[in-house]
């Protein structure tokens, strides 16, 4: 049996699978390490309610933009915190994340 869903949930969904997909192609292209991690914009992801895709886990985060998506691999590094302030880490060394979305050394 078919469950009633929102028109703007399966709007929503197929946006981002759409843009899940060509994520995953280029990245496939363009770097050899494994995606671990989906992040969505956080309205999109309270809309879905998705815990994973593809088997990875799907966390929300403000960076990214909605219906669009950013995967995280170890070459691009992880997004969390240091010492309160956002950063990526990079190859074990954590990078604060700036407006200009240009990287700079934490410690």
Known sequence: MAEDRDPE???????????LGTAFDEHDRECL????????????LELLRWDEIYGLP????????PLRCRLVCGA????????????VWV???P????????AQPAA
């Open 91 to 93: 190859d074990g060394s």
């Open 33 to 44: 390490d494994a995606v671990y991690l989906v992040l969505l914009n956080p309205a999109n």
């Open 76 to 87: 691009r590094g992880w997004a969390g915190t240091y010492n309160g302030d956002p950063v």
């Open 58 to 65: 799907v966390l929300p985060d403000d960076r990214v933009p």
């Open 9 to 19: 949930q399966v709007y929503v969904e197929g946006q981002l699978l759409c843009a």
């Open 95 to 102: 990078f604060v994340v700036v407006e200009s979305e240009e």
